[in-house]
């Protein structure tokens, strides 16, 4: 077995979406405290419908899917604080995590405009801050836009992360699958503004999509990092531009091998062994732990156990993480050299 980064370590998850970060437990009560009528009325069978399962399996669209309960028990300013403040809590208590960035549309948190969106996105910040005044934390929010949405809709989230960002969302992103009417080149004004306002830019691409997207993106767009980027592995003029450009990418194993992006560990192993020739930074994330079942020092551990990352890599991986963070940031080999462990986290590894 691979040695494994100690839990006194902090580490970043930069891709992690809110409506798969929430435990099934705390998803059933926001439900039933909102009145939504479910599918079901046994929780275990609620459990198995917004999470996925290896065992059950799933298509990328398939994976897409779980998110229609969980965005939709979400559609509150009530529902959206309660969940950002347990995902961003969570993350710190479960695994250390310090800088949690946690992405979602509002947009499709608000009905469909039944609610206002100015007051979805004061409650995503006010369950931020009361995750803050509780831990030693530095988390922040990125908009996600969506290439199902026309040019309209995505701009005007675009500036709400304007209008919102000194209060902490540090960022915007593209997600959703490829869509025939989508187009990055007519972003590239739009991005540019949010740039200029001092927000970060991330964006969905080469995981379900072709290797030829990453390019254009990076060319139209130019983000400061990608989401998954998984299929870069495959084409050395993309890897050259990521390195040139210092682009990292936002790696999320298991959610790849669960949609069959990544056909399983050996082609992961090649992956990264593609990346560490060619001088590819990367990032390691969940996408979503609780609808996946993973969390950050689990998707390490994993990569340690079977050989595919060193113990330094995995280091590396982490101080990659909060470097390329949008949020001001700890630095993880700081912590590893130089400071001791809490007393807390001794007893609990020493028990």
């Not at 593209?174 to 590239?188: L, N, Q, T, V």
């Not at 072709?210 to 299929?231: F, M, N, Q, S, Y």
């Not at 700081?334 to 001791?340: H, I, K, L, Q, Y």
Request: hydrophobic share 40%; net charge negative; with cysteine.
């Amino acid at each position: 077995m691979g040695r494994q980064l100690p839990r006194r370590i902090p580490l970043a998850d930069l891709h992690c979406h809110l409506g798969g970060a929430v435990t099934p437990a705390v998803m059933w009560g926001i439900a039933h405290s909102q009145g939504i009528r479910l599918p079901t009325k046994d929780y275990w069978e609620f459990r198995d419908i917004i999470t996925a399962s290896p065992r059950r399996g799933h298509s990328f669209d398939g994976y897409l899917q779980l998110f229609h309960w969980t965005e939709l028990i979400q559609s509150s300013p009530l529902a959206v604080e309660r969940s950002v403040y347990e995902v961003v809590g969570g993350a710190y208590r479960k695994n250390n995590v310090t800088t949690t960035e946690l992405r979602f549309n509002p947009m499709k948190r608000n009905r469909g405009g039944e609610q206002d969106l100015d007051h979805i996105i004061a409650a995503a910040l006010r369950g931020m801050d009361r995750a803050m005044l509780e831990y030693p934390i530095k988390p922040g929010l990125i908009f996600c836009l969506d290439r199902d949405f026309p040019f309209g809709l995505n701009e005007i989230i675009a500036e709400k992360a304007i209008a919102w960002r000194d209060r902490g969302i540090v960022g915007i992103d593209i997600a959703g699958p490829e869509s025939a009417s989508f187009k990055a080149s007519d972003y590239r004004n739009l991005f540019q503004r949010t740039r200029g306002f001092g927000l970060g830019v991330t964006v969905h691409a080469g995981e379900a999509g072709p290797v030829e997207e990453i390019a254009v993106v990076l060319e139209e767009l130019e983000p400061d990092r990608i989401g998954h980027g998984v299929k870069a592995a495959y084409d050395q003029r993309t890897m050259a531009m990521l390195r040139e450009r210092g682009v990292v990418l936002e790696i999320c194993p298991t959610s790849n091998l669960q949609t069959e992006v990544v056909s399983g560990w050996e082609e992961f192993r090649w992956i990264f062994d593609q990346f560490r020739r060619n001088g590819v930074r990367y990032a390691i994330c969940t996408d979503g732990p609780e609808m996946l079942r993973t969390y950050v020092r689990d998707e390490l551990a994993t990569l340690g156990r079977l050989g595919i990352l060193s113990y330094e890599e995995q280091l590396q991986a982490a101080e990659t993480s909060l470097a390329a963070s949008f949020v001001p940031h700890v630095s993880a080999t700081a912590v590893a050299t130089n400071e001791p462990a809490p007393r807390h986290e001794v007893e609990r590894e020493e028990a």
